[in-house]
């Protein structure tokens, strides 16, 4: 997937995969309002309220325009 162009997900720039961010994750609530607040002000990107790493905004991503295959928390791209 590295570079690759691929279209958008069918969700919610805010809503994260699954796969990436579960459902029942014990911080879900605190990273997800983070992501928020970071997709609001167009930055591109959060330090994850658990482990204080800088985590890239799913806006930022859509900004990039491709995939870089890292596995990226918020990839707009993942659909799958």
Not at 40 to 67: H, I, K, N, Q
């Amino acid at each position: 997937m590295t570079g690759e162009r691929r279209p958008l997900a069918d969700r919610p720039l805010t809503e994260p995969h699954p796969i990436r961010l579960s459902p029942d994750h014990p911080d879900r609530a605190r990273i997800l309002a983070a992501h928020a607040a970071a997709l609001a002000a167009g930055e591109a990107g959060y330090l994850d309220p658990a482990t204080g790493l800088f985590v890239l905004s799913a806006g930022f991503l859509v900004r990039r325009g491709t995939c870089c295959g890292r596995g990226c928390r918020h990839c707009p791209y993942l659909d799958d």
